[in-house]
């Protein structure tokens, strides 16, 4: 598979290039969901789910400044725009994102949301995802005075989109307190099924929206991040309550997305197993150069894992030797393993086909 990818992506390269050639336009990008992938919305926001304060930011470049990204460099939506040759796409609410930066796409995310509206409500101010869907019809009204209906449409259809959301309802709802009220009102597995069905009501409104190609990420391995180990673990071991919610969700997300392609006749929906991804160098992070996928590098108490990453805070200088930036985010040395995967990992990751793969399609296609 990787063989076969490693071609298709140089078709994409060549294609690009004879695209370049006549100056065309990168494809719009499309960013929906949690902490994994706001870049700055948040900061707009009266909320405490925010990064914009040092260290976040502390390898980003050129700045080296805290931007909004819940990470210490660039977060999977940059490194995605990087491999369409594109710029990072800005946060919706930045007032900077106007004119012809609409044509780049937006990024809608913001820390602390799930697919319920009742999950991070201890956040408050945060845009749930339907509040996102509907900012993304007012992003369409925007373009469309600017370059009309007709091509907005075309610029929206031909889009990459990625949504990534549903950690949250487990790590702060389901499982934020004891006895929660979503814990009382369901057993663990028919809570899973409702927030599949649920996200599947958000993606068939995505979709009436105009987009066609949506990357959908599974959550990652929950019960293994550095705030459940401090809180949860025994002994250093995952938590094993969050490991099974990930366990059960995880797989029907993606039989939900494949039953939603063969009801629309195409592909429009990519199931992304990044907890697949990231569960590879959760057991063995020495073959992906980690010294460890246990211990955050910014935080403080056991595992750096517990409160937020903040200037005061445990700080460690070989960035790039850690899975995990903080208590529950990535480093950018993680989310680019992950993103190398979406670009080119097989059918086990990436179903039905990787991103290098679809580039090459719609490269044909269009």
Not at 92 to 104: A, C, W
């Given at each position: 598979m990787?063989?076969?990818?490693?071609?298709?992506?140089?078709?994409?390269?060549?294609?690009?290039?004879v695209l370049n050639g006549a100056e065309a336009r990168p494809r719009a990008f499309?960013?929906?969901?949690?902490?994994?992938?706001?870049?700055?919305n948040n900061n707009y926001l009266a909320t405490t789910a925010r990064a914009d304060a040092p260290p976040y930011g502390i390898d980003y470049a050129p700045s080296h400044r805290p931007t909004g990204r819940f990470c210490n460099g660039y977060n999977i939506p940059d490194l995605i725009s990087q491999q369409l040759g594109s710029e990072s796409t800005m946060p919706?609410?930045?007032?900077?994102?106007?004119?012809?930066?609409?044509?780049?796409g937006a990024n809608?995310?913001?820390?602390?949301?799930?697919?319920l509206n009742d999950t991070g409500i201890q956040f408050v101010n945060v845009i749930r995802m339907y509040r996102q869907l509907e900012l993304f019809q007012e992003y369409q009204n925007r373009v469309s005075a600017l370059i009309g209906s007709s091509q907005t449409k075309s610029l929206v259809n031909q889009a990459l989109v990625l949504i990534t959301v549903g950690g949250n309802d487990f790590v702060n709802n389901y499982f934020l307190v004891p006895n929660s009220a979503r814990s009382?009102?369901?057993?663990?597995?028919?809570?899973?099924?409702y927030l599949i069905s649920e996200y599947q009501k958000l993606l068939q409104k995505l979709y009436e929206l105009g987009a066609r190609r949506v990357l959908v990420t599974g959550t990652g391995p929950l019960g293994c991040v550095p705030s459940e180990l401090a809180q949860r673990g025994r002994n250093g071991e995952c938590a094993a309550e969050l490991q099974r919610a990930a366990e059960l969700f995880n797989?029907?997300?993606?039989?939900?997305?494949?039953?939603?392609n063969r009801k629309i006749g195409k592909d429009v929906f990519i199931a992304a197993n990044t907890g697949k991804m990231h569960n590879n160098f959760v057991t063995n992070p020495q073959q992906f150069g980690f010294i460890t996928a246990k211990v955050a590098c910014c935080g403080q108490g056991p595992y750096n894992g517990l409160g937020l990453c903040t200037p005061l805070s445990n700080l460690c200088s070989n960035r790039g030797q850690y899975a995990f930036w903080d208590a529950f985010h990535p480093s950018e040395k993680a989310n680019r393993l992950i993103v190398e995967e979406i670009m080119s990992g097989s059918r086990d990751y990436m179903n039905p086909m990787n991103?290098?793969?679809i580039l090459a399609l719609d490269a044909i296609t269009t």
């Open positions: 990787r063989t076969f990818s490693s071609f298709v992506l140089s078709c994409v390269l060549v294609i690009g290039i499309f960013i929906f969901g949690d902490s994994l992938v706001d870049n700055g919706y609410l930045s007032p900077e994102l106007r004119g012809n930066k609409l044509l780049v809608f995310a913001s820390a602390g949301i799930g697919i009382r009102q369901y057993p663990l597995p028919q809570y899973v099924k797989p029907q997300l993606e039989q939900m997305l494949l039953q939603i991103l290098s793969t």
